[in-house]
């Protein structure tokens, strides 16, 4: 599966998806693209788009989009470190054209 990271999650999060392949906005030199533009980006090249910016769904139409978004919770590393595995489970899960949030545990 191929996965991108928004510009605002932490890079070090690629380890807990190692059996796929992704990538950062950075990389693909896709930093300060406004989310509409990004979304359509995104969606030509991956299967999902994991990000930390809680307004996107309120901001997009999601309604159209093949590509599956993936929000978390909170872009601090710290916080995210306990929530590899439903991560990683989550990413396994999630199907194309849908938006899931992913909530801190407890």
């Avoid at 994991?50 to 601090?76: C, F, H, S, V, W």
Wanted: hydrophobic content about 45%; charged content about 25%.
């Amino acid at each position: 599966m191929k996965i991108l990271l928004d510009e605002n999650v932490p890079r070090p999060l690629k380890r807990f998806l190692a059996d796929h392949k992704v990538s950062t906005v950075q990389e693909c030199g896709w930093r300060g693209v406004l989310n509409g533009e990004l979304l359509s980006l995104a969606e030509a090249s991956f299967d999902v788009f994991i990000l930390a910016d809680k307004n996107m769904r309120y901001q997009q139409k999601m309604g159209d989009r093949r590509i599956a978004i993936l929000e978390l919770p909170t872009n601090r590393w710290p916080l995210l470190v306990p929530l590899a595995t439903r991560l990683a489970k989550a990413v396994e899960s999630i199907r194309a054209g849908e938006y899931l949030a992913l909530e801190m545990e407890g």
